[in-house]
């Protein structure tokens, strides 16, 4: 089992940054990915990024390329969401989730492989 437990959440205005951190307890050195998804008001979860818990490959969303940084501290158990240009479209709950189970890129943004979800934390940012 591994348990996740994301922080870092709030209000921003527009244009600014803010960065989610998730730290993992638990059979962490199993993880294969831990990626971060989102639920803006009123719709499904999407996916908006990943990385690999071995090799610190990255995967973004179109969406947040350019503006989002996933990273990683094996050491401390923890990924982290850097996000910058922030947008009123980037308001969500933010989910952190991880795998055991290795996921062919072409998969990283489906939910459903990935076991392990924390609860969430709200971003909101405002116009």
């Known amino acids: 089992q591994v348990q996740l437990v994301e922080s870092g959440g709030g209000l921003v205005q527009a244009g600014g940054s803010l960065r989610l951190s998730c730290a993992a307890s638990g059979r962490t050195f199993s993880v294969y990915v831990m990626g971060w998804f989102r639920q803006p008001p009123g719709k499904e979860r999407e996916f908006v990024a990943a990385?690999?818990?071995?090799?610190?490959?990255?995967y973004y969303a179109d969406s947040v390329k350019g503006r989002f940084t996933i990273s990683r501290d094996n050491a401390k158990n923890t990924v982290s969401l850097q996000m910058g240009s922030l947008k009123p479209e980037d308001t969500a709950v933010y989910y952190c989730?991880?795998?055991?189970?290795?996921?062919?890129?072409?998969?990283?943004?489906?939910?459903?492989?990935?076991?392990?979800w924390g609860r969430g934390t709200q971003v909101t940012v405002s116009s």
């Open positions: 989730a991880a795998t055991e189970r290795s996921i062919a890129t072409a998969f990283l943004w489906d939910t459903k492989k990935y076991e392990y």
């Open positions: 990385i690999t818990w071995g090799g610190g490959g990255t």
